[in-house]
């Protein structure tokens, strides 16, 4: 991996890749019923990745990750937890005992950083959720209830949260918030009355928020480039990706609509000749290289959060989303004088 872009962030640059690829690889590594040729490299990957969790957890290995070096480390062990909670039976239980036992150990060591005020709490609620789904009898409820109120205080209406108190115009919404938000919501909604009230309103915005984003996608695949970490790509659609995977789209969007937008964003995207350098490694930018979009915490690990795009991988193949004709997405419909439904906040 090329370490030599923001060289002063090269010790996180392999937890970040690693990290952030399995976040999207996941749904694919559970996935049931894949077959022929798919079904031969899904049972490579299984295996590469339980092996991969063994090298990077380990700390005796060359390829051992230092969950401990920084907060940044916080942020990509929370993201390997997150891709655990999407691959409980193909990724977690499938570890042998030892890596299960060293990652265990790999996770708490990130309890040391304190979170700010900001979706940084969700990464340390990711990661205790990630003790939960490998075994771990000592993972820690408050983190995670912590969280789970923090950001219903935070949201700010129709679909929308703030990453921390203010609002921000960027895609935190996606990246991290929402995604990570329901997954726990998913997962821990019926510890308590209070959560169990909370979910449904929490799903209800995510709903939303996916709608939002299908209709930022502009009929060129295109989107509109605002806020920070940008160089991150379609990792922009996660949570539209993510409720395509979990059949959380809104009635007004049709499964093969979102495929279609999704895949319009990623061909536009890979148009660029110069997205990868010559050893295939990612390199910053949105169109190409364009290292001037990357903010200083960014390295060539960072830019792998853009795998989130391929979650719908997950589904089988005979799912609407795949085996639904071809349909224009809504700004498509609008810009060639289709028709499509009025949009509308919730409450």
Not at 20 to 45: D, F, H, I, N, T
Not at 129 to 140: N, P, T
Not at 180 to 195: A, I, N, Q
Not at 239 to 244: C, F, T
């Amino acid at each position: 991996m090329p370490l030599d872009f923001h060289e002063d962030r090269k010790e996180y640059a392999p937890l970040e890749a690693f990290g952030r690829s399995m976040l999207g690889l996941a749904p694919w590594l559970e996935a049931e019923g894949v077959c022929g040729e798919e079904k031969g490299l899904q049972e490579k990957y299984r295996k590469l990745a339980v092996l991969c969790m063994d090298r990077a957890a380990d700390p005796d290995s060359p390829d051992y990750m230092g969950f401990a070096r920084g907060g940044q480390n916080l942020v990509d062990t929370a993201f390997l937890s997150h891709a655990l909670v999407r691959a409980p039976r193909h990724l977690a239980e499938a570890l042998p005992d030892a890596t299960r036992n060293n990652l265990i150990r790999a996770l708490k060591c990130t309890r040391d950083f304190i979170p700010g005020e900001s979706n940084w709490i969700l990464f340390s609620a990711m990661v205790e959720a990630g003790l939960y789904v490998l075994g771990e009898a000592e993972f820690d409820k408050m983190r995670i209830v912590y969280a789970l109120r923090t950001f219903d205080d935070w949201y700010k209406g129709d679909g929308v949260y703030g990453d921390g108190a203010i609002f921000h115009w960027d895609y935190y919404n996606s990246f991290v918030i929402q995604p990570m938000y329901v997954d726990l919501m998913d997962l821990f909604g019926d510890m308590s009355d209070e959560f169990r009230m909370l979910k449904p309103k929490v799903l209800k915005r995510a709903v939303r928020y996916a709608a939002i984003l299908e209709r930022m996608i502009a009929p060129d695949g295109t989107w509109p480039i605002l806020g920070r970490s940008i160089c991150y790509r379609f990792g922009a659609f996660q949570m539209l990706a993510q409720a395509a995977l979990e059949h959380r789209l809104p009635d007004s969007l049709h499964p093969a609509q979102v495929r279609c937008a999704l895949t319009a964003v990623l061909e536009k995207v890979m148009q660029a000749p110069d997205m990868f350098d010559q050893n295939g490694w990612l390199q910053p930018g949105v169109y190409g290289c364009q290292p001037e979009l990357a903010e200083g915490y960014i390295n060539t690990g960072s830019l792998y959060l853009c795998t989130a795009l391929f979650l719908p991988l997950g589904l089988p193949a005979d799912d609407e989303f795949w085996s639904g004709e071809e349909e224009a997405w809504s700004s498509l419909k609008v810009w060639s004088g289709g028709q499509i439904c009025r949009d509308h906040a919730i409450d």
